[in-house]
């Protein structure tokens, strides 16, 4: 089982700013499977990007990821208002034989 | 437009059983696996079971094997969680969500969640 670290645990910015999120995983991820996720207080996660740096359907382009092997990033360009939650990557196969796992996110804040 | 309802979460005492449900609406719902993930007060995402379009494969995490069995039903386009013998470390959020297709097991979309707290 792949183990995925997050880091940081926290971060406190400001809207406009940019930020770079890592997620380092125990053994390499292969084909790039690592998918990542926004979850805002209250509400369910959503899906921001898999295959490591493919944008999901309608998410704005301030967002990028990229990454290969064990280390990943997720990018914000400029950060606004409503980007202020908490991230999640996960890595991901075809259908599973085992369980699947999630790191422990990160979140952003309002500085 | 996806949607997916959850249904049935609610206060039960250790031991107890429970049953979820899943209601999906606006894609083919036999062209997709679908999942459940929960989430406890304040932590993170743990993947919970996975079930393939038609239900002929089932996968679960290791510490609901044998207490917890999913299903669906594709006449309804429902997805059913029973579970069985809850423990204090069952409470959490539990959330449906839509594979991004058959077998790769990222989720494009999901529901709103259904509490399940087990207290006595």
């Known amino acids: 089982e792949i183990v995925l670290t997050q880091s940081p645990g926290n971060v406190s910015l400001s809207p406009g700013e940019r930020v770079t999120l890592s997620c380092r995983a125990s053994?390499?991820?292969?084909?790039?499977?690592l998918a990542w996720y926004q979850q805002k207080s209250g509400q369910a996660p959503r899906l921001l990007m898999y295959g490591a740096s493919i944008r999901a359907t309608g998410i704005p382009d301030r967002f990028s990821g990229s990454g290969s092997g064990t280390d990943f990033t997720l990018t914000i360009s400029r950060l606004e208002p409503e980007d202020f939650a908490v991230y999640y990557c996960?890595?991901?196969?075809?259908?599973?034989?085992?369980?699947?796992?999630f790191g422990g996110g990160t979140k952003v804040e309002i500085k | 437009e996806v949607h997916l309802l959850e249904s049935g979460g609610d206060l039960v005492q250790p031991g107890g059983s429970l049953r979820l449900s899943c209601t999906a609406s606006g894609f083919t719902f036999t062209d997709y696996a679908m999942t459940w993930v929960r989430q406890a007060p304040g932590q993170g995402l743990e993947w919970v079971s996975a079930i393939s379009p038609y239900g002929n494969y089932i996968y679960y995490t290791p510490s609901v094997e044998g207490r917890f069995t999913f299903s669906r039903d594709n006449s309804r386009n429902t997805l059913y969680l029973q579970m069985h013998s809850l423990r204090a470390a069952d409470t959490a959020v539990y959330f449906c969500a839509k594979n991004f297709g058959e077998g790769l097991a990222f989720y494009d979309s999901w529901g709103q969640g259904t509490l399940v707290t087990v207290s006595a």
């Open positions: 996960q890595h991901y196969v075809h259908m599973p034989p085992s369980p699947l796992t």
């Open positions: 053994q390499n991820v292969a084909r790039n499977y």
